[in-house]
């Protein structure tokens, strides 16, 4: 059937909207300031990706029955900005210590046999990690200006050691209830966030269940964390 419309051989109507050029965003601050969110928003995205996939893979994608003996901190509570000072009176900022896993033991200079055990199984389980040892770093925190026994020096060589005040410890780690904080081990990630707590009286029992919390942490972030800082 033929229609003898006039408007039969007429070409449709199309509007067509030309795109915005790069000269338009860029004059537009709103387009400007909603553009660079997305990309700060993406950069720590990326960044922190690696971190989140190996916490995902400890706490979450771990084998059924897999006993762990460290609470996870939540929030994790970063590095502060404070002076410590060496055993030789030098000054060192705690933020200096990130790029390595910490395990941080806490207690007066004089070191008590508590303190002492605490030293005893750091060292063990820093050994005991065999060729992932060099990705962590043990740390002694002294909260009091109480002189190091020189029987101790010894097997504080590859150790670090600070001196802390007391005040400004305790706005950064925290022990559990009831708990005083160096009846602990703390664990620091490489970004400077300390992010576990072991629970107190570490012993030949608990120490192989800390030692594999250790060993999954170590495995779970091999992807992204080298030994030694840059």
């Known amino acids: 059937m033929h229609s003898d419309s006039p408007h039969d051989d007429q070409p449709l109507g199309l509007t067509v909207h030309s795109m ?3 000269a338009d965003i860029a004059a537009d601050p709103q ?3 909603r553009v660079g969110r997305w990309k700060m928003a993406l950069v720590l995205l990326i960044c922190a990706a690696p971190v989140v996939a190996s916490y995902f893979a400890y706490y979450v994608v771990r084998p059924e029955g897999r006993r762990n003996h460290g609470d996870l901190i939540d929030p994790q509570r970063p590095l502060p900005d404070l002076n410590a000072t060496t055993l030789d009176g030098k000054s060192v900022n705690l933020r200096t210590l990130k790029d390595q ?4 033991s806490v207690a007066g200079g004089a070191c008590d ?4 055990n605490h030293l005893y199984f750091q060292r063990q389980l820093r050994e005991g990690l065999g060729k992932n040892k060099d990705r962590l770093d043990r740390v002694w925190l002294i909260d009091d200006a109480a002189p190091v026994p020189e029987a101790l020096l010894p ?3 590859d150790a670090t050691v600070l001196r802390v005040p007391k005040e400004a410890l305790a706005q ?4 559990q209830a009831g708990q005083a904080l160096e009846n602990h081990l703390y664990v620091v990630d490489p970004m400077g966030n300390w992010m576990m707590r072991f629970a107190p009286g ?5 120490a192989p269940v800390i030692k594999k919390d ?3 942490l170590m495995r779970g972030s091999e992807g992204w964390d080298q030994a030694g800082r840059p």
């Open 101 to 104: 896993w910490l395990l941080v």
């Open 202 to 206: 570490v012993n030949l029992q608990t």
């Open 155 to 157: 097997g504080l060589r």
């Open 214 to 216: 250790l060993e999954q």
């Open 113 to 116: 046999e508590a303190c002492a």
């Open 31 to 33: 387009t400007r300031t």
């Open 20 to 22: 915005p050029s790069t």
């Open 172 to 175: 950064w780690l925290q022990p």
